[in-house]
């Protein structure tokens, strides 16, 4: 695999923007913090900047999510930037959850909604990624390279591949905010598991229903252990040696698989180290699931 990703943080990106001439941002939703600071600081100084955010977020009721973003964008317009929300409801191409920003030709990727402190961000800047990130992100069009990929179908398409890889493996470790039987991921750890690899699996508590407690307690039974958490962050990790990270949950992607995401395959020796210590915490400080 290539070796031109890199571990990064919050810090790393907001001080790219201090200097990048172009700037493209994209999120779910955008909060106010060192980010959205970071992107508005660049566009007063006259920075090229293009921000795209979801205009109808899932799980939404009373639509907070919503109306915070329209507002990230209207202040970002009164800047000078080219700043929109992507609207599905009119038919304007697919939901996007692609947490991503590009300076100038490097890009900057988040697995969740960039909030302030401890995100796992991974630096990377090889072009065919960068420029798959931009047509995604503008356009709606879902491209990919050899080891990444910008639509919810085909980023879990690659995590399903990575676990498939995995038949002689020892461990095999997956993190996903939310989780049903309807992803490929499910039905690789199923198998995984039932041929006596051990198998861990992380999923965020407040994600946990009815539907995913079922899948649950299926892999349970087939042998995954799993534990629940506050944490959202998405990975698998095979050994130690291989890894998949993205924005894309391990859900079925049957009626929404050309939303804009992200996925990432790597055996950056600094980004494996970062995942393996990140899903070791989280499963110390989770509780085991309970169908």
Not at 247 to 263: C, E, K, P
Not at 269 to 278: I, Q, Y
Request: net charge positive.
């Amino acid at each position: 695999m290539r070796q031109v990703i890199s571990l990064s943080s919050e810090k790393e990106a907001a001080r790219a923007m201090q200097t990048a001439r172009r700037i493209l941002l994209t999120a779910y939703t955008l909060r106010p913090g060192s980010m959205l600071d970071a992107v508005e600081n660049a566009a007063r100084r006259g920075a090229r900047v293009t921000v795209r955010l979801e205009g109808h977020p899932y799980a939404d009721p009373s639509g907070e999510l919503a109306a915070a973003n329209k507002r990230v964008v209207r202040e970002l317009r009164g800047l000078g930037a080219d700043a929109k929300l992507r609207d599905t409801n009119e038919r304007n191409g697919p939901a996007l959850h692609m947490k991503a920003a590009v300076c100038d030709g490097v890009a900057y990727l988040d697995d969740r909604n960039w909030p302030d402190g401890g995100d796992t961000i991974v630096r990377d800047d090889f072009r065919g990624d960068v420029s798959a990130i931009r047509s995604a992100a503008r356009f709606g069009r879902a491209e990919r390279t050899p080891e990444f990929w910008t639509s919810k179908r085909d980023a879990l398409w690659a995590e399903r591949r990575l676990l498939d890889g995995a038949r002689n493996a020892k461990r095999v470790d997956v993190e996903s905010e939310s989780f049903g039987s309807g992803s490929g991921v499910y039905g690789a750890l199923k198998q995984l598991a039932a041929s006596g690899i051990q198998c861990r699996l992380i999923v965020s508590r407040r994600d946990v229903n009815d539907k995913s407690k079922r899948a649950l307690a299926v892999l349970a039974q087939s042998g995954v252990a799993i534990r629940v958490s506050d944490s959202d962050e998405k990975m698998a990790i095979v050994d130690g040696a291989r890894a998949w990270i993205g924005s894309a949950n391990a859900t079925s992607s049957y009626a929404n698989g050309d939303q804009i995401d992200w996925g990432l395959r790597t055996d950056a020796p600094d980004v494996l180290r970062h995942l393996s210590r990140r899903f070791a915490a989280t499963w110390q400080a989770a509780t085991p699931f309970a169908a």
